[in-house]
Each structure stands twice: as C-alpha cells, then as structure tokens.
C-alpha cells in the first residue's frame, strides 16, 4: 500500500522549508498531519521501538540472564557470514536476483500498463488487469504447490508433456541450471500485475488534455507515449525503482525456499541471504546471530538507497528522493 | 495550499521511504528479563500447567482428557493441565524456537537431541537446572530412571530434562509392509544388509504400481544404517566408529563405507525404487500412512512394527540389520524439560513424577479415556474403543516412563520384558555420557549446516551422483571449516575421557 500512496505524491517532492514556515504549516494542516498521525504511530512502534533490539547482534544472549545483562561479543556473531565460501554465492544471487527483478518491474510493468491505458474496451481492460492482479494474492506455499504441479518429476505437467514428445524426465528439482530462469518467471508473474496497477494508476492521473493538444498536432499514439506518457511516467518510476534498490540486499524468503523445495542440488543458484541465514539458524537457533544479519542487511540497504538516491539527485534533481 | 501538499508529501514519502528501509531488520525479540523461581513453600494454590509436546499434532478429544486429567489431579497435585501438541517436523521446532526466544512462560516441553534442541537450549538458559528440584521433589522418577539415564543426560553434571523410561538402546533396520511379503513370498531372513533388499524391490517395482519400493527421506534414509556414533547434533559430520579403540574423531563422509553407501542408494534411485522426488519430500509420515512404501529405514526396539501397525492400521514386520547400542539418541532421544519461564517449576516437578509413577494418570494421557477411547481387555491390556480416532497420540516412548503403558492386545504381551532384554544385550556407544558443547564454533556450525543441506538430502536419497557431488560436498566442508569443528569436538571428548577416566 505504502508504494501506491507514494506514487500520487513522488512527483512533487521538492525544496526546503525554513522552521517557522513548518510550524506554520502545520497548524494550517493540522487536519492533515492529525490523519497522518495513527500510521506514524504504527511506524514508531513497529519499525523504530524493535531497532533497540540491534545490541543483541552483539551479544551472546543468554535467556537466563536476559536482554540487558548476556555478555557483549563484539562482532563474533557476524563472522559465520562471511565464514565459507557460501559468502560469495549467497550475496552474488542476492543482488543479481533483485537487478534482474528490478529491470522486469521497470519495463515489463510499465509496458503492461501503457497496453492496459491504451486498451479501448475498458471492460476488456479490467478483466486484464483483474487476472494479471490475481497472483499477488497467492502466498508464495500456494505458488510453490502450482509450480510442483508443473515440475515435479514423477506426475508434473511438462514432464508428462516430455515424455510425450519421447523425450527423457528432467529432474526439475535436482538440476541448478534451470532455476536462474524458472525464479524471474515466477517472480514476474506474482509481481508484474501489482507493480503494472501502480504505474496504470499514474498514467490515468495524468492531465487528458496533453494528449488532445499532441493529437491536434498530429502525433501518432506511439509518439504520444514516447513524448508524453512515458517522461511524465519517469518520476515514478525512479520513486518505485529506488525503493526497489533499497531493498536490494533483501530477497522474497518464500520465492527462495518454498518454491525451490529447499531442494539442495540448486543451492548454488537459490541461496540468498535470507535462505541461508534461515537454513544456519534453524540449526544453531542463535538469537544473536539472526539479529546479526539482520543488521548486516539493514546497513547495507541503506548504503545502497544513499547510494542510487545520490547518483539519481546528480543526474535529475527533480527525480530524486531527498 | 499547494505548498503545504507538497510539505505533507514530503513527509509521507520520507515515512514510507524510511519504513522500506528501517521495516527490513526483522523485529528482535525484545525479551524481558527471567523471572527468578516462585517462591517455593506455598501451600499449593491452583495452579496451571502448560505442557508442549510433539507428535501428530492436537488430537480432537484433548479437552477431555484434560478434564478428566483436571478432576484427578486437583486432589492430588491441586493443578489443572493444559496439553499442546505440535507436529513433527518443522511445526514443533520453530514454535519452540519462537516461545523460548521470546521468553513465553510456559511450563514444561518436550526436548531432545533431534527436536527442540536439548544441549542448544540449556546452555542458553532455557531450562532449569533440575537436580535438586528431582530430590525433593520426584525421588521416584530420580530412582526409577536409574544412572545410565540420568548421567546420560547431564550437561556438566547438571540435569536440565528428565528422561523418559524407555528402551535404551537402538538399533537400525528396516520395518516392512507385511501384506506384500507374504503376497510374494518373501523370505525376509536373507535380510542382513541394504543390498539384500534389491530383488524385492525389483518385484515391487516391476508388480505393484503406486508403492515405493525404498522409502529414503532426508534425515530417514538407508544411510542412517551407517550407524555412527555420533557426536554433538545429527547434522554436523564429525563422528566415531562404534568400535573405536583410539577414539578419533573423524569426518564420516570421508570414509570408504559412506561412499559405498551413497553408491547403492544412488542405484536404487536410478532405478526407480526410492521416490524421485525423495530429496525434497518434507511430509514424512504421509506415504507410509497411505501404505504407499514396502520397506523404510527405521531406529528399532522391540515391537517397533507393531506400534506402527496400530497407529497406520496395517499390518508391518521389522528386520533388524545393525547391533543394539545403547548411545547418547536415546538417553537424550526423548526428554521432559522444565522452562525456566515456568511460574510454578516446583508444581511441574510434581506433575511429572506423578505422570512417571501414576498408571492411572499415564495410561489417561497415553490412551485417553477408558471406555471411549480404549477398552480393557484384561488387567494390563487394552483395545481401541469406539472414539479411538479423536484420541491416539502413539507416542508413549515420549510421555514418560513407557513401562507404565497399557499393551494392545495385537502387541507382543512379553513387550516390556523384551525391552529389559534389549536394554540388556545392548552396548553402551564409546561416546555414551558425554555432550558436545558446540557454542566455541557456532559460526562453523552454521556455515556446515548449509554445505548438508546442501548436499546430505540429495546423496541420502540418490537424488545425485555421489562419485560427483561427494567430493565437491567434502570441499564445501572444509571451506566452512569443519576441521575446526572436528578439533573441537575431539579436544572436548578427550578432555571428558580424562575426567571421567573412558
């Protein structure tokens, strides 16, 4: 929901205000900051008042002696991160996951969402949308049970499909080579539907009457989208994008675990941080250590929406977050 | 106006950009600091009792049994008893995990060596410690379980669970479904190795379709047959022959036996007598249940096949392949642990020794109700009533002293004589008594975990080729350190051979 609301409100985000004129804005508003104030709350409570929790990723916590009073360990529970050769796997499908999610959700999805507003029949339009919306409802088990029902080696569709085409089973489950491809097409299918309506929902907010002027003067539909709708979409765009990349660090648990199987033979190609924190903690069930990483994920998230917030500000003032 | 839209979308989207990125660190739990023991003399005011437990999740009739508990307890213990199961599995595990973490008070639990980590939750204050408590408190348990139990189970000389009474020894073999030995005629003496089992299983494969000839499952496969004698957790390589005179500790996927192993499993794989989607199978009972497998590893004891018989409703036999040895799976196998966010630990000492001495209270818990969920046969045999279906744990190796149950009257009537006689015949593992205190490498540990993970479940079910992927799991080991961890392992086993003179 969070990103819908943003949406409405990326384009004008822009310029300082000196103290006193705040002050007066909000008693001016005060309607307004009044309706802001119970998701604030929320915020506080849920995001902020947990974020003292972080000392216990330095400490190795004791239930006996409590929060406070378990012994402080500096940095030991982040070493088993960094400890195998696993590092390396887990961050390089981490990020090259998310790229790839972030490209398809940069163009996949607006491209659906111009189809969609192009669409006349909007009755047609809506059932579209409708059936590309429905999978951001399934939880990713459910997801997981559908594509077993197409891979799974004994009875799944495309194997039964194979051999009826004479060709040998595929061991779906067991077979890493596949899996970079089958996770962006699951991805895309759960996410382009929802990511699609957000970007439909900007371009239906944009003013008609740039459209009548162009076709006045001429311009094809293609030049309409290329002139108007897609650099009046861009601000947008960079608003999801970077959230996006803010997140860039943290990966879909249930993409990765529950529609993989857990299945070993693809770890090389499925583990990602969230996987593998999960898979060494149900072993050891260090409280310390998965608020470690935790940690760990949250920092580097932040360098990296600094980061891309700072490249874009350079580029596009306009655009950029902050 | 304008200007104010802009302010207020200013705010909301540094809000909502900064809960993208702050919502991100799981919330910790926050935990409150752990309460001392109540106070210990008050003259038993009512009290509750919660009690975790494992098995095949809540049975339908459980608010009764716990009436019928509450009316028998209230005289003698004055406590009313609340009973939760979880499943096998996952369920039980990460509850656990979650109640312990956030430091849910809650009174007793079931822990062992396989779920709800034992060693794990003790040495992290889980548990209270439980020696004086079991003095004052249940002499009897304390003398009914005997030394091998209780030293077998201390961590430092501290008892942080009680033991229940069982049998004390294991031995791996294979129970198999008894209708399709005798429809083909099977003679299951051949039986003395895995390899033994491959011309029935080509009978199986080749005459009976739907049924699984192997059953291998991650953590339940023909490797378990192996039989090392493990130390510290099962998933962690570092182990000792059964026979070792030199007590090394040595990293068992290296040895000569496991590849050979991997190897058969790998052919019975191919050809097509172990389930092919076997290595990502998390359901384990369900196949078996449905009578869809022939033959399954299992850990043995006198009359294994016939609690599985009752519980599935069909009939099956047990072969038994490796030596009975007495080790730490079972003197740690199945444990009554006290929280140390218990409100009452003392009244929670009283329950279970009145639950280890108590037929009455045993057999209630065990069965349920005379007459509903159970019939008396004679004295000490039983038969399922007419409601068995809304209550039948099956788990009476985990509630307690076993010896107390009630037979079936389909059951060995000798049943509890052939378990003296199979605790007897059995050799205590090199290792039996003592516990590996894995905190020094936990970072090592975590990183191993994944490389089996990774790996173990593949090989284990002859999802892969061993003679590829075993060498490449080895290499994975050592990237995680696991030399660290065998190091550890043998520099603790050598310092408590020293102290206790093994």
């Known amino acids: 929901m969070a990103e819908i609301q943003k949406v409405t ?113 909007r009755k047609l339009s809506k059932f579209y949308q409708g059936i590309m919306f429905l999978p951001y409802f399934l939880s990713w088990v459910v997801i997981s049970y559908l594509v077993f029902a197409l891979l799974s080696s004994d009875m799944g569709f495309i ?46 907010g944009f003013d008609k009457s740039y459209y009548e002027a162009a076709a006045v003067d001429g311009a094809t539909r293609f030049q309409q989208i290329k002139m108007i709708t897609f650099p009046m979409l861009m601000p947008v765009i960079t608003v999801l994008t970077l959230i996006k990349v803010g997140r860039i660090f943290f990966t879909d648990f249930g993409l990765f675990y529950n529609v993989t199987r857990n299945s070993g033979p693809i770890y090389d190609v499925t583990n990602v941080i969230e996987t593998y924190v999960f898979r060494a903690l149900r072993q050891t069930g260090d409280v310390g250590m998965a608020s470690a990483a935790g940690f760990y994920q949250a920092v580097i998230g932040l360098i990296v929406v600094l980061t891309a917030n700072y490249i874009v500000s350079k580029i596009d003032k306009e655009n950029s977050l902050f | 106006m304008k200007k104010a839209k802009k302010l207020l979308c200013l705010a909301l989207v540094l809000v909502f950009a900064l809960s993208a990125v702050v919502g991100c660190s799981k919330p910790t739990p926050a935990a409150a600091p752990a309460e ?7 003259e038993l005011k009512p009290v509750e009792l919660t009690w975790y437990f494992i ?82 408190y249940a002499p009897k348990t304390k003398a009914l379980l005997g030394a091998d139990f209780l030293s077998g189970s201390q961590i430092d000389g501290i008892n942080y669970a009680i033991p229940a009474n069982k049998e004390k020894a294991h031995s791996w073999g294979f129970i198999i479904k008894q209708d399709l030995v005798d429809k083909y005629g099977f003679d299951l003496s051949t039986v003395k190795k895995l390899e033994d089992l491959e ?71 191919q050809a097509g007598y172990i389930r092919q989607d076997a290595a990502t199978v998390t ?19 006198p009359g294994k096949d016939a609690e599985m018989s009752l519980t599935h409703g ?52 065990n069965y349920g109700i005379e007459g509903k969920h159970y019939v008396k046969v004679s004295d ?76 173990v479940p593949a090989l284990e079910t002859g999802s892969i080729d061993p003679e590829q992927n075993l060498p490449k799991f080895l290499g994975e080991l050592k990237a995680a350190g696991i030399d660290k961890v065998i190091a550890e392992k043998q520099k603790q086993l050598d310092e408590w051979r020293k102290k206790t003179g093994k």
């Open chain 1, 9 to 121: 409100v990326g384009k004008a985000v822009t310029g300082r205000r000196t103290r006193p004129a705040f002050i007066r804005e909000l008693i001016k508003n005060k309607v307004l900051f009044l309706m802001m104030l119970p998701g604030l709350l929320v915020l506080l409570v849920n995001n902020y008042l947990p974020m003292l929790g972080i000392v216990i990723a330095f400490k190795d916590y004791n239930y006996a002696k409590g929060f406070w009073k378990s012994d402080w360990v500096g940095f030991e529970n982040f070493r088993y991160l960094f400890n195998s050769n696993a590092a390396f796997t887990i961050t390089r499908n981490t990020i090259l996951y998310n790229v790839a999610f972030i490209i398809i959700a940069a163009t996949v999805a607006v491209a659906l969402a111009i189809i969609f507003n192009e669409l006349l029949n």
């Open chain 1, 159 to 204: 194997n039964g499909i194979l051999v009826k085409l004479g060709k040998e089973r595929i061991n779906w489950y067991v077979e890493p080579a596949f899996w970079p491809l089958i996770i962006v097409l699951v991805n895309t299918w759960k996410w382009t539907g929802y990511d699609s309506i957000i970007y439909l929902a900007a371009i239906i």
């Open chain 2, 36 to 42: 001392g023991t109540a106070s210990a003399a008050e």
């Open chain 2, 55 to 136: 098995g095949n999740g809540q049975q339908e009739d459980v608010k009764l049994i716990e009436e019928e508990a509450n009316k028998y307890l209230k005289d003698k213990i004055n406590a009313t008893l609340k009973l939760q199961c979880y499943a096998w599995g996952a369920e039980y595990d990460d509850k656990l995990k979650q109640m312990i973490a956030s430091r849910q008070p809650f009174d007793i639990c079931f822990t062992s060596n396989w779920a709800n980590n034992y060693q794990q939750n003790a040495v992290k204050g889980a548990f209270l410690p439980l020696n004086e408590l079991m003095d004052k």
């Open chain 2, 199 to 269: 011309p029935m299983l080509k009978v199986i494969k080749e005459k009976e379709t739907g049924v699984y000839g192997l059953e291998a499952l991650d953590g339940e496969s023909p490797y378990k047959l192996m039989d090392w004698d493990t130390i510290g957790d099962d998933k962690c390589p570092g182990v000792l022959y059964n026979d070792t005179t030199d007590f090394k500790v040595i990293n068992e996927f290296e040895t000569p036996e496991a590849m050979a192993m991997f190897k058969t499993i790998r052919k019975f794989y």
């Open chain 2, 283 to 301: 359901d384990y009972n369900a196949d078996e249940a449905a009578g869809k497998i022939f033959a399954a590893t299992k850990s043995l004891k």
């Open chain 2, 314 to 365: 069909f009939k099956w036999t047990q072969v038994y392949i490796t030596p009975p040895v007495i080790s730490n799976r079972e003197t740690t196998g199945s444990m009554q642990a006290i929280s140390s966010t218990s409100p009452n630990p003392e009244r929670a000492m009283m329950f279970l020794e009145l639950f280890n001495t108590d037929p009455y209270l045993n057999n209630l818990i």
């Open chain 2, 380 to 455: 000490n045999v039983k038969k399922a009533g007419p409601d068995v279906a809304k209550y039948n744990p099956g788990t009476g190796w985990m509630f307690g002293n076993q010896f107390l149950n009630f037979l079936d009257e389909s059951e060995d009537p000798k049943k509890w004589e052939l378990f003296e006689k199979f605790n007897a015949d059995a050799k205590g593992t090199k290792s039996l008594g003592f516990v590996f205190d894995s905190t020094p490498v936990k970072n090592e540990i975590a990183a191993v975990q994944n490389a089996w993970d990774k790996y």
